[in-house]
């Protein structure tokens, strides 16, 4: 187990575990139990491609507690994954869970692959393999996957389908974020982006901050995307944009609707024709009153911290704040921090919708979708914010806390076994 802590986003979470774990006052017997994940898979997964050669992948899922229900994670294709980083992201998917009051524990899933450089073919043959070894550790009440970073509805299609082939029926609750045509919810592809929008515009709100309020948004892909469509619907103004092929940066505004269709059309915001291209580390500290870093872990350091210049940071991606940077912006005192487990929790609260609806085979209207998830948004909302004043702690600490005190107070009275 003591291997995970090489990978730096593992050490990471457990810096963040331990300082709520002190603050909460946890013993040793207790903590260790709620800390450490209980499962780790890795698998090999030899694939075809279409060079004729065969390649070894690595795939990995981490489960990390089971004492809520199934669990209940994304599955990750990024060179960088190895089973360090999906340990960490299976843990803060533990708290984000408990924290808005969903029946799971955490997991997470993670092949280490450049899907920019696969064919559709490749893709195709990579996560049905997977499956297939994933087969004797996942299942509707067992552990249940999702997209993240590098796959999408169609990699869930996949899974969806080579799950239901080997059980001989279809097993739609297998997956979330798949398409909605074959058991899908209403509204998931956008929850994550749109759920961002919508604690974003509560934080602007108690602010007291404008409408028309400029956001940075790093990574757009499927979060950052729709994150920036929804704030710009509640009126802001999107000033920067970053991908990995770089950034952009206009004070006086880019037009995401052309944004969302060039991307649509190029898959990168490369040659798009407005704003000062910048490098990613640049757009970070832009002048905005709003960051929301949607891409990936540990972008924001110490040193960028120090430098940022907006009134609200909102954590779209998993992770995006080191420890050390996470001290900067507390001895600021300026940010507001909406913390990850709080900021993308709308995308697993209707991944959990929708395996509700396909469980009972009974599904709901978008509106029905979003009125639910925007009463558990605010609920939740609300909750770190008070947690926090009443404690006089930092909202990173009150969400976190808030979390595994739940994952603490149910391992308690459920007991251990034998
Ligand atoms: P995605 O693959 O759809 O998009 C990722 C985006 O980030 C792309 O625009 C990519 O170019 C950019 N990017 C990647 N590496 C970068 C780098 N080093 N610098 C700048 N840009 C970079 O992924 P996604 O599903 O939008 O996920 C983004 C983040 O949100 C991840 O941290 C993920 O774990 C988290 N998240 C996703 C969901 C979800 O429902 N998809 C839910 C909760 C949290």
């Given at each position: 187990m003591k291997?995970?802590?090489?990978?730096?986003?593992?050490?990471?979470?457990?810096?963040?575990?331990?300082?709520?774990?002190?603050?909460?006052?946890?013993?040793?017997?207790?903590?260790?139990?709620?800390?450490?994940?209980?499962?780790?898979?890795?698998?090999?997964?030899?694939?075809?491609?279409?060079?004729?050669?065969?390649?070894v992948f690595e795939g990995h899922r981490v489960q990390h507690h089971l004492t809520l229900g199934p669990t209940k994670g994304g599955l990750r294709f990024s060179p960088s994954v190895d089973i360090g980083e999906v340990a960490a992201l299976a843990m803060w998917m533990s708290w984000k869970c408990a924290l808005a009051g969903l029946p799971y524990g955490g997991a997470?899933?993670?092949?280490?692959?450049?899907?920019?450089?696969?064919?559709?073919?490749?893709l195709e043959a990579?996560?049905?393999?997977y499956t297939v070894e994933m087969i004797p550790f996942i299942g509707p009440h067992i552990d249940v996957m999702a997209p993240d970073m590098g796959t999408n509805e169609q990699t869930m299609a996949w899974m969806y389908d080579t799950y239901s082939t080997h059980a001989g029926h279809a097993v739609p609750s297998i997956v979330t974020g798949k398409p909605v045509s074959i058991g899908g919810s209403m509204g998931r592809r956008e929850a994550t982006g749109r759920g961002v929008a919508f604690v974003t515009s509560r934080a602007l709100e108690i602010l007291k901050m404008p409408a028309d309020s400029r956001i940075i948004v790093q990574g757009f892909g499927n979060v950052g995307s729709y994150a920036a469509y929804g704030l710009a619907k509640y009126g802001a103004k999107i000033v920067g944009v970053g991908d990995r092929t770089g950034a952009l940066y206009d004070p006086n505004g880019l037009d995401v609707e052309k944004l969302f269709v060039h991307f649509q059309t190029h898959a990168t915001l490369e040659n798009f024709p407005q704003g000062e291209r910048m490098t990613n580390e640049e757009l970070l500290v832009q002048s905005c009153d709003v960051l929301i870093p949607a891409a990936t872990e540990r972008v924001i350091t110490a040193e960028i911290a120090a430098k940022l210049q907006c009134r609200v940071l909102a954590e779209a991606a998993n992770g995006p704040t080191t420890f050390e940077a996470d001290a900067v912006l507390k001895q600021r005192g300026d940010?507001?921090?909406?913390?990850?487990?709080?900021?993308?929790?709308?995308?697993?609260?209707?991944?959990?919708?929708?395996?509700?609806?396909?469980?009972?085979?009974?599904?709901?209207?978008?509106?029905?979708?979003?009125?639910?998830?925007?009463?558990?948004?605010?609920?939740?909302?609300?909750?770190?914010?008070?947690?926090?004043?009443?404690?006089?702690?930092?909202?990173?600490?009150?969400?976190?806390?808030?979390?595994?005190?739940?994952?603490?107070?149910?391992?308690?009275?459920?007991?251990?076994?034998?």
């Open positions: 291997v995970l802590l090489q990978n730096p986003t593992f050490r990471m979470a457990c810096q963040q575990f331990d300082g709520a774990a002190d603050f909460l006052g946890l013993d040793a017997s207790i903590r260790e139990r709620v800390k450490w994940p209980k499962r780790l898979i890795s698998v090999a997964v030899p694939v075809k491609l279409d060079n004729g050669d065969v390649k997470k899933g993670g092949i280490a692959c450049d899907p920019l450089r696969m064919s559709p073919r490749e990579l996560t049905r393999r940010i507001f921090v909406i913390p990850d487990v709080l900021c993308n929790a709308g995308g697993v609260i209707v991944s959990y919708f929708e395996w509700v609806q396909d469980l009972q085979n009974f599904f709901w209207t978008e509106v029905e979708v979003f009125d639910k998830l925007y009463r558990i948004l605010s609920q939740t909302f609300d909750q770190v914010l008070k947690e926090a004043r009443q404690k006089n702690i930092d909202h990173r600490t009150a969400a976190l806390t808030l979390g595994i005190q739940k994952v603490v107070d149910a391992k308690k009275i459920r007991g251990l076994f034998p």
